[in-house]
C-alpha cells in the first residue's frame, strides 16, 4: 500500500480543483453540474457531460480510509456525489444520450464515460434504484465506436455495471457483444485500435478498463488480451515511465497505472519513477476536462493496491 500512496497523494492534490468545477448552490437549477463553462461563466450553452466524470472521484475519495484524505465518510461529499448525479440525470437527451462537444451531439463517447461514472458510484453506495438509466443502456447497446477502442472498453464496462444494477439480462448480453468487437480490434502486435493505429496513451485507458472488466467478469480471453496489449505497449515506455508520442496515432504522453498495477507491476514501477521525480505527465499537468478521469484512474490504482 506504501508505494502506491504516490497515487492517492496526486490525486487528493487536485480534489480542491475538482471541487471548484462544482455548483453548490442547492438552490440553482444547475445544482451538481462540475461544467464551470455552463454554469458560472456561461461561455458554453449546453453541459459537457464528461465534467461529471467528477462524481466517480468524489465517490472514490468519500471511501478511502486514509490519514491523508480529508475527504473520508464526508457527509458534504456525499450530498456533492448525489448533487452531481442528479445533474447528470437531468441534462440527458430523451434517448438517454449526452453532449460532449455541441448541442444535441447525443454523442457515445460521453454517454458511455459519464455513465460509466454515474454506474459505478451509484455501486459503490448500494444505491441500485436511485436513477433510471434504461435509456442510456440501451442508447449505449444500439451505438458503437468501432475505430475508438478505448470507448468501447468503456461502453462493454457500463453495460455490465447497468447488468449488475438493474438484473436485466440484456445489459449482459450488451455487454458481452461489446467485449467481443473490442477484442477484435485487437491488432496482431497487441495493440487496440485508435483511429487506425496504436497509442500508447489510450492503450493505457483500454487497459485499465480491461482491468476492471477483468475484476467484475474474470475469463482467460480478457487476461490474455490485456497480457499481449501490455507486451507491445511495455517496449515504449523508458524506465521512468515515459513515452515519445512521435508516430502515434493520438501523439498522447500520458499513461493511465491502473491497467498496468492489474497486468505489469514492472510497468507501475517504472510509472512510479517518473512521478516520484516529477518528470511524467500526471493528473496536476492536464487541463479542466481531461484531468477528472486520469484522477480516477489514480485512486482506483491506489485502492488495488491498499
Known sequence: MKDELIFLNIALSQMPRILGFLDKNPHSKTCGCFDRCYWHYKTSDFSNARFQEAVLALSLVYFIDSPTNH???????????FAGLGFWSRARHSDGSTDESYPFERHFCSTAFSCYAITESLLLFGEKGALALGKTGDFLIRHNRLDVANQMACGALTLYNLYELTGDNKYHKGFEEKLSSLLKMQAK?????????????????TLSFLALIYKKNPSQDIEKAALNCVKNIEKFIDDEGYIYPGGMSRNTQFLYPLGFAQFCPDVLVRLKRGLEKNIILNPSWLDDRYCIPMICNYLQTYIKGS
Open 189 to 205: 502486435d497487441g495493440f487496440f485500435m485508435e483511429y487506425g493505429g496504436f497509442d500508447a496513451g489510450y492503450d493505457s485507458i
Open 71 to 81: 475527504f473520508y465518510r464526508s457527509s458534504t461529499i456525499k450530498n456533492w456525489v
